[in-house]
């Protein structure tokens, strides 16, 4: 195996080309690990380590949009005081993320790339449509949609690319995350919904909704979302687009951790208790540990 940790994207990106599909990029590697056989004497593999990259780090406002490095770890989101300001949902997320030392070094980046269906990360990125600077040696960097880079399921990436940094568009709005897993130390949600919205008395505008761990990548509720718009935030309604996510835009499927209809069930009832709490308070999250 060969290591490289390089300082520039541009010194990356020459790695990743050279090395082509053999390079596996590592960012906090809580996920990267158990897809590297140590000893197997076979897998010919450059481990290019970007953590050294300054470009990717940092969380800043640039105009109507916060961008977010990909390697901002879970643990540095919930202490940015920007994050917390412009990107509430996000946050909430991170701080929905395993234990203590796995929001420490879990990036941003590796959440998206990992490609899995109930990261909690992916899921308020497409709730809040952001978009994802990627770049390779081919074209210096491009502007992807988050909904498209994560309707393909792993890997997220073409060889030989780079997720530099993902912009958030900043606005008023309500937001809320509700999650059920079942060791929160140890294991991804079964099923979490991130919603935003906003509320114009209480009728509902601009609202949207992604679901984790209710098909084989995170997705937007469309048909939720399309049911809702310009409707009266109330407890019926709530019911009401529960059903209709659970129904028409939920595909779960039924794993060692959970059958699909339970995740099915799960959809309704996160995406109604989401929509109830954004009615009453502008940001909220709740998992049930
Ligand atoms: C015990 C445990 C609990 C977990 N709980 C949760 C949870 O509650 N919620 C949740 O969402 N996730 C959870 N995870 C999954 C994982 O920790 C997160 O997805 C994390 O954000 C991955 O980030 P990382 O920096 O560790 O990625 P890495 O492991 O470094 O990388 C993951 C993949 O992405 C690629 N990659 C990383 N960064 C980039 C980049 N910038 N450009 C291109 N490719 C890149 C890597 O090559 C690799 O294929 C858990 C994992 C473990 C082991």
């Not at 901002?72 to 234990?99: C, I, K, M, W, Y």
């Not at 309707?151 to 709005?173: D, M, N």
């Not at 339970?262 to 995406?271: E, K, P, Q």
Request: proline share 3%; net charge neutral; glycine share 6%.
């Amino acid at each position: 195996m060969l290591y490289f940790e390089p300082n520039f994207v541009d010194e990356a990106l020459v790695l990743l080309d050279r090395f082509g599909p053999d390079a596996r990029v590592l960012a906090g590697g809580t996920r990267l690990r158990f897809a590297l056989h140590p000893g197997d004497e076979a897998e010919k593999i450059a481990l290019v380590n970007v953590k050294r990259i300054s470009d990717m780090r940092g969380i800043q406002r640039a105009g109507a949009f916060l961008r977010v490095g990909a390697l901002a770890t879970a643990a540095a989101l919930t202490a940015d005081e920007q994050a917390r300001t412009f990107a509430p949902l996000l946050v909430r997320a991170a701080e929905s993320l395993g234990a203590v030392q796995l929001r420490n070094v879990a990036t941003v980046g590796g959440n998206i790339c990992s490609g899995d269906p109930a990261s909690d990360l992916s899921a308020a990125l497409l709730a809040y449509d952001a978009r994802c600077e990627v770049a390779s040696s081919q074209e210096q960097s491009r502007i992807v949609a988050i909904e498209q880079l994560l309707s393909k399921r792993a890997p997220i990436l073409a060889s030989g690319e780079l997720l530099v940094a993902v912009e958030i568009p900043i606005g008023e709005h309500r937001c809320a995350y509700e999650k059920v897993m079942t060791r929160r130390a140890f294991e991804m949600a079964l099923v979490a919904v991130a919603a935003r919205c906003r509320l114009e008395g209480d009728t509902l505008n601009d609202v949207h909704i992604a679901l984790a761990g209710a098909g084989e990548t995170p997705l937007r509720a469309a048909g939720a979302e399309a049911w809702l718009r310009g409707r009266r935030l109330d407890e019926a309604t709530a019911t009401e687009a529960g059903r209709v996510a659970a129904v028409h835009d939920a595909k779960p499927v039924t794993d060692h951790r959970a059958g699909a209809e339970y995740r099915r069930h799960l959809v309704s009832v996160l995406t109604q208790r989401a929509l109830l709490s954004m009615s009453s308070s502008p940001t909220s999250a709740r998992s049930n540990l």
